[in-house]
């Protein structure tokens, strides 16, 4: 199945697979409304609350396509759908887990269109080694490793997952992206929060020596099409 994925900024994606059309975490820049308004199917996501995933005016394009179904998470005070950790939605047409964050929020799995897709949110090892004692380090692994074993108890893979790659962290900035990779079985990989430093994906994809394709944006607007 071909599926395009239209990279729109920070972690905002749009993914046009069969005749559905999802928006996930998008806070400015770009929606590619044409995927959009051409689907049978519309679903916008929302992990969290923060300005960099969620932005209001999502509301106002859901009433523009009034068959849009508003996944959000339930930090979010307005939506279709809420959802906390453990959280499940289904309409015959798309199946959705909302998964933990190791930040505020949800991280989102769901299956359309016999494809299994992971949007993570905030979820990673978030390892501020250069403000953190070895022990709160530590502290954030174990937990974050505790959010990947109960994502395993349901799923071993994905086909796509989008997951940060953030260059704040400095150093191996990419190490939760490779603690993800290293227990998940993904066939597609796209690096997200970046904050536009592109050069941070190419860092990791130059890193990484796994089978899993690794998909790095250089530009808004980039567009991504895969067969799955």
């Known amino acids: 199945m071909l599926v395009k994925a239209t990279y729109i900024a920070h972690s905002g994606y749009g993914l046009s697979i069969g005749t559905n059309f999802l928006l996930f975490d998008y806070f400015e820049g770009r929606i590619p409304e044409g995927d959009m308004e051409n689907a ?14 969620f932005n209001p005016s999502v509301m106002e394009l859901a009433q523009k396509y009034p068959d849009t179904k508003l996944i959000l998470s339930s930090d979010i005070g307005r939506g279709d759908v809420r959802l906390d950790r453990g ?13 933990g964050s190791t930040d505020m ?5 769901v299956e359309v269109n016999g494809r299994s897709l992971f949007h993570a949110g905030d979820l990673n090892f978030w390892h501020w080694r250069s403000e953190s004692t070895p022990e709160e380090v530590a502290d954030a692994r174990a937990r974050f ?28 900035f990419w190490e939760g992206a490779e603690i993800f990779l290293q227990k998940f079985n993904v066939r597609h990989f796209f690096c997200m929060h ?19 394709v690794i998909h790095t944006p250089r ?3 980039q567009v991504f099409e895969i067969d799955i």
């Open 87 to 99: 959280g499940f939605y289904e309409d015959g047409n798309i199946r959705v887990s909302a998964f």
């Open 194 to 212: 970046m904050w536009e430093h592109y050069d941070a994906g190419v860092k990791f994809l130059h890193h990484y020596t796994g089978q899993t």
């Open 40 to 53: 049978a199917g519309r679903y916008i996501f929302a992990s969290h609350s923060h300005g960099d995933h």
């Open 145 to 172: 490793e505790a959010e990947l074993a109960l994502i395993k108890e349901k799923a071993d893979g994905f086909d796509c997952a989008f997951f940060p790659v953030d260059p704040r962290l400095r150093g191996r």
């Open 105 to 109: 929020g949800v991280s989102f799995g």
């Open 219 to 221: 530009k808004r607007g």
